[in-house]
């Protein structure tokens, strides 16, 4: 069974800090999504990342998927307010018939506070 | 215009009923998928039906099945619910053919059953 591990899963921090966001597995997944839920709302896709040490920047937000394409890591620099909520990571196992099989991690609710 | 739209939004119901939650997407995707999130906000797969036919099908009592009248649409309907099947569940899709595009998310049915 593929499982994937978030840490920390709360962090709550001012306004300007850095922060990091882990996730890790012992098993190697095809790619790796990132995604932020709202309270009341689906998942939205941030990224995806594709090839073992692929970095990928999206404004204040950098994301990379490790060598192994086993672990991946999201990184905020400057945080506003604006960047609270849930994220969650999803290991992409493959590809069945057209349909991709993701695994979520338990996701991380980040609270910026002003 | 709404991407993956699910109805209804919320629904509470009591034990031993039977209910049914639809799903449209608009967005010409091949696949479609039925996710369930816990109250630790644990994304699950339950389903998934590429064009109209069942691709993934999870663990998940048979008291849950899922219906896919065209490729646009995916229902799932439940039989005898259970005080267990409290959950918010999530409809997505995502594009065929191979490549890592993630999923689009609907914004989730809060299913309480009393």
């Known amino acids: 069974t593929q499982l994937l591990e978030q840490s920390p899963q709360f962090l709550s921090i001012q306004e300007g800090e850095n922060l990091t966001v882990y996730c890790n597995s012992s098993?190697?997944?095809?790619?790796l999504q990132w995604y932020r839920q709202e309270p009341g709302e689906g998942p939205v896709l941030l990224v995806t990342?594709?090839?073992?040490?692929e970095v990928k920047k999206l404004k204040r937000l950098t994301f990379q998927f490790g060598d192994a394409r086993k672990d991946s890591s999201l990184h905020i620099t400057a945080a506003q307010p604006g960047d609270t909520g849930l994220y969650l990571c999803?290991?992409?196992?493959?590809?069945?018939?057209?349909?991709?099989?993701?695994?979520f991690g338990q996701g991380t609710r980040l609270t910026i506070n002003p | 215009d709404t991407a993956v739209s699910q109805t209804p939004k919320y629904l509470v119901t009591q034990m031993g009923n039977d209910k049914s939650i639809k799903c449209e997407q608009n967005?010409?995707?091949?696949?479609m998928y039925w996710y369930k999130q816990d109250s630790k906000k644990f994304l699950k797969i339950m389903f998934s039906?590429?064009?109209?036919?069942?691709?993934i099908n999870e663990t998940v009592p048979n008291r849950f099945s899922p219906k896919s009248p065209d490729k646009a649409h995916l229902n799932l309907h439940i039989n005898s619910l259970e005080l267990g099947d409290s959950a918010v569940y999530f409809c997505?899709?995502?594009?065929?053919?191979?490549?890592?595009?993630?999923?689009?998310f609907g914004s989730g049915t809060r299913l309480t059953v009393v």
């Open positions: 997505a899709s995502s594009q065929a053919s191979g490549g890592h595009y993630g999923y689009t």
């Open positions: 098993s190697v997944f095809s790619s």
């Open positions: 990342v594709v090839t073992g040490g």
């Open positions: 999803a290991g992409e196992g493959g590809i069945i018939q057209g349909a991709q099989k993701l695994v």
């Open positions: 967005l010409g995707h091949d696949t």
């Open positions: 039906y590429n064009n109209k036919e069942l691709i």
